[in-house]
């Protein structure tokens, strides 16, 4: 293994090369190919989002947004629709244009992690290898765009050394992202937890401790006055966002465009209350995988017994009191929920799935937390808070609104460890923190590409108010 020291920037640059040319390797052959038109992405490409920017270039430069095909904000249909008004690029220079932003998310993302060249690239393989972050550098789908915010934002908490620069770059970026989708409002929360934190990250985790989490939670209280000064000028960088969803809701009559508040494509009203049982339980699926990066975590975890029992109990709690069973009608599809589906419940209420990986996944969350030093751990650790109490709100429990999200944060989490842990791993640890996330990557890539090859073609949708987005020519 080698050394964790920071990389020279050369060095730093060869991993953020890589990974974007293996998101063209993978991307560039199924863009001309005839698999474009194949499959649940291509669908929503043809059916929503391609239209969408059609009709706004055609009603360039006033475009209506009270009503149009997208359960989205309208930022990345109206980026594409200039685009169309002044270039008119084909279906597939859409599609080429469109992996720009992916390529963008993988480039930052590895670009921003700590750690050995190799960790990186491999804790990088399974964000390029799900289906839910390669699909959307495919096809013309606005997830990898938002995500790229939300990394944004994550970064600029974690990173910024000034309050300026945490405030100034962003209040914008989270107006861009909420411009893109509304859903994602909590990042402003990360925002104001920097703030109240401060820009000091000179306080090492003291591992060797035990974990005393009510400690810790008082300290956030300790010199208040500091605090609110700080907090007062972020929460008004994030008011442009809250005033541009404010200005969408007036217009909707709600979160979402009208025409799917209702009728065919209604269902976007409710809530889910067994969002945080399935996000630990995605995590617990993966956590095999990154477990020897938690290793110095999980081990003072285990030196902290009732933390440690504290941890499973509430996950046990966050499953078994919502309904965590396969449900299409109420959201619960797709994903994880198939084996939910196909494994027994218990009292027809239960998930035996989800009870046991929730409390897998919330140990592992909690190992990588307890290494980390503590400004760090409360800024990852209220980003899925406000990450799952977002989701909450939603009706529709889908894996790919979550996937993406958490494989970007235990890349992170797992980078933070590599690079601040106190020792270094034993050789099979240290083989095992490359060879676990790279397994993983090359897993969700094949499962990727297996549905590509065998996905059948899209159809358009029955509604009789819109039709399939027209052929276009092959790529100019």
């Known amino acids: ?90 279906r597939r220079g859409f599609m080429l244009l469109a992996g720009v932003f992916t390529a963008a998310l993988l480039a930052l993302l590895v670009g921003a992690m700590r750690g050995t060249t190799v960790q990186r690239l491999s804790l990088a393989l399974p964000v390029l290898g799900s289906m839910y972050v390669l699909f959307p550098g495919i096809w013309l789908l606005p997830d990898n765009v938002a995500w790229l915010g939300v990394l944004g934002i994550l970064l600029l908490a974690l990173r910024a050394g000034t309050m300026r620069a945490l405030l100034l770059v962003g209040g914008p970026v989270l107006l861009l992202l909420v411009l893109t989708r509304q859903i994602h409002l909590w990042a402003a929360g990360v925002l104001w937890a920097a703030a109240w934190l401060g820009t000091d990250r000179a306080c090492e985790p003291d591992v060797g401790a035990p974990l005393r989490p009510l400690a810790r939670m008082s300290d956030l209280v300790t010199g208040l006055g500091p605090r609110l000064k700080r ?22 009559g709600g979160f979402i465009v009208p025409r799917y508040q209702t009728g065919y494509h209604g269902g976007y009203e409710g809530w889910n209350p067994a969002t945080a049982a399935f996000f630990l339980s995605i995590v617990g699926s993966f956590a095999p995988f990154y477990l020897a990066h938690a290793r110095t975590g999980l081990r003072r975890l285990w030196r902290s017994p009732r933390v440690l029992i504290g941890v499973v109990a509430l996950a046990l709690v966050l499953t078994l009191i919502p309904e965590t069973t ?96 106190p020792s270094r791993p034993g050789r099979w640890t240290g083989v095992w923190q490359v060879a676990g996330p790279a397994l993983l990557g090359l897993g969700l890539a094949g499962v990727s590409f297996w549905t590509i090859a065998t996905d059948k073609p899209a159809v358009g949708l029955p509604t009789g108010d819109f039709e399939r987005s027209k052929e276009y020519e092959p790529l100019r």
């Open 231 to 252: 907090l007062a000028p972020a929460v008004l960088a994030t008011l442009p966002a809250f005033a541009a969803i404010g200005y969408f809701v007036n217009l909707w």
């Open 326 to 421: 396969y449900a299409a009608e109420e959201g619960r599809k797709s994903g994880l929920w198939n084996l939910v589906k196909a494994a027994p419940v218990i009292a027809g209420h239960t998930s035996i799935v989800l009870a046991g990986l929730a409390p897998i996944g919330a140990v592992l969350v909690a190992g990588l937390l307890a290494q980390m030093r503590p400004r760090e751990a409360w800024i990852y650790l209220g980003a899925m808070v406000g990450f799952v109490v977002a989701q909450t709100a939603s009706p529709q429990l889908w894996q790919r609104y979550h996937e993406p999200f958490i494989l970007i944060l235990l890349a992170l989490m797992s980078t933070e460890v590599a690079a601040d842990g």
């Open 1 to 90: 293994m080698e050394d964790h020291a920071t990389p020279t920037p050369a060095r730093r640059f060869i991993p953020v090369l890589l990974v974007v040319l293996l998101f063209y390797a993978a991307s560039l052959p199924v863009v001309f190919s005839s698999h474009i038109v194949n499959g649940r992405a291509a669908a929503d490409h043809l059916n929503y989002h391609e239209p969408v920017i059609h009709n706004f270039a055609r009603e360039w430069p006033t475009p209506d947004l009270s009503n149009y095909h997208s359960a989205t904000t309208p930022l990345y249909h109206l980026l594409f629709a200039g685009i169309e008004v002044f270039f008119e690029p084909s």
